[in-house]
């Protein structure tokens, strides 16, 4: 009997990402896990004068002192009271120190590979979308993706 061989030069392999998928309203946003480096529940945050409407204020955690910022604010929507869902994520990138998101809960890590996200079109009439990256189709649910970089370094 002649051992059959199979070649799989041909088939294109796909790139694999992982999300934190969190709510904002009724919204779902995606964030590269790369960035993640931690998710804590609500603490104590110090106020910070004068700084941007978005910005609550500091937290110690383990001795760092860490920027917060509320991404319901960030993207212009209303502050709605605090729940216990609410999640402070912690964001580090090469360029920067950590800063925390505030979000109103995170629900699971998804994985979407190249086929299942698509580039946005800047629409200069949303406010957010100057931060959202991509669209990922996970089942029949889209996920926003967060642009990271854009979201922690704006000038303002």
């Known amino acids: 009997m002649e051992e059959q061989k199979f070649s799989l030069e041909g088939e294109k392999k796909l790139e694999v990402t992982q999300f934190i998928v969190t709510k904002i309203g009724n919204e779902q946003y995606g964030i590269q896990i790369k960035y993640v480096d931690n998710i804590i529940r609500m603490m104590k945050i110090t106020r910070v004068p004068k700084a941007p409407h978005y910005y609550k204020g500091v937290i110690n955690l383990r001795g760092e002192i860490i920027p917060v910022i509320s991404l319901r604010l960030k993207f212009g929507l209303e502050e709605i009271p605090e729940t216990k869902d609410f999640r402070i994520i912690i964001i580090k990138t090469d360029k920067s120190n950590s800063v ?9 890590v998804v994985s979407l590979d190249e086929e299942h996200v698509e580039k946005t079109t800047v629409d200069s009439n949303d406010s957010r979308m100057q931060y959202i990256a991509m669209i990922g189709k996970y089942g029949e649910t889209l996920i926003s993706i967060v642009n990271v970089e854009s979201l922690i370094t704006e000038k303002e």
């Open 100 to 108: 925390g998101i505030i979000v109103d809960s995170v629900s699971e």
